[in-house]
């Protein structure tokens, strides 16, 4: 793993798209062979005018030199090497592209319910995504509930969503994505379900609502009072 560390400074001058040939740090600053050994490192090189960062690879010699081997970003938004014409400082850092976002979790669990034949949106929960990408999953037992007059080929088929939505700073949800999965409820005893849905490339810190939805799409008979009974549910999620 590419190594960093506080107060890495050294001068060098025009390296052009080559190699940086180290001449010595500042006053107040340490010098790259005194810090590492020979070996990878992450560098951020910083002109005045334009800046690129990157891995390359430290060489102990005289002068010492750091070769750029794999440029992450530039001030052009770009990840090719720049052509440093001039004086160039180049730093120790580690680039925000190869700092990991953290991993958050999280689980809340949801309260048994008799469901109805109506649609509705069961259970909904904001999550704050701390990484670009947020998995949650529904899980839970769902039982036909009977009431004296179910007959033992009654059935019913249920639609369970999971949805995801971006929440805007007025308060606004965007529809992002949505995952199904139908159900056949009948006399033959608990089921259990489980639907996940996934979002991406969502901005860190930004609020995305989660929204279980069931439905009941068919039943065996219009007399029959379908009434399926939701246990031991409960909504997870993992966002890195």
């Known amino acids: 793993m590419p190594k960093f560390a506080p ?42 005018t334009k800046a690129e960062w990157g891995i390359g690879r430290l060489t102990h010699g005289q002068p010492a030199t750091i070769s750029r081997d794999q440029v992450l970003g530039n001030t052009f938004d770009r990840q090719d090497r720049l052509n440093f014409t001039g004086l160039v400082y180049v730093y120790s850092d580690i680039p925000v592209e190869a700092i990991t976002p953290p991993a958050t979790q999280g689980r809340v669990s949801i309260p048994g319910a008799e469901l109805d034949d109506q649609r509705r949106d069961f259970f909904s929960q904001d999550i704050r995504a701390s990484g670009i990408t947020l998995k949650a999953e529904f899980a839970g037992i769902i039982q ?4 004296g007059g179910v007959m033992t080929t009654d059935w019913g088929f249920l639609q369970i969503v999971c949805s995801l939505y971006r929440l805007g700073s007025d308060g606004s949800a965007a529809p992002y994505t949505a995952e199904q999965r139908r159900l056949r409820v009948d006399r033959n005893g608990p089921m259990p379900i489980i639907v996940n849905a996934m979002a991406v490339n969502l901005n860190q810190g930004e609020t995305v609502r989660a929204v279980i939805t069931i439905v009941t799409l068919k039943k065996s008979r219009q007399d029959f009072t379908f009434t399926p009974a939701l246990s031991d549910a409960a909504l997870t999620w993992l966002s890195v």
């Open 7 to 48: 107060f890495v400074l050294e001068r060098s001058n025009n390296p052009g798209t080559g190699p940086f040939a180290l001449s010595g740090a500042p006053p107040g600053r340490r010098g790259w062979s005194g810090v590492f050994e020979d070996g990878e490192v992450y560098y951020f090189a910083d002109d005045g």
């Open 144 to 147: 036909l509930k009977d009431w």
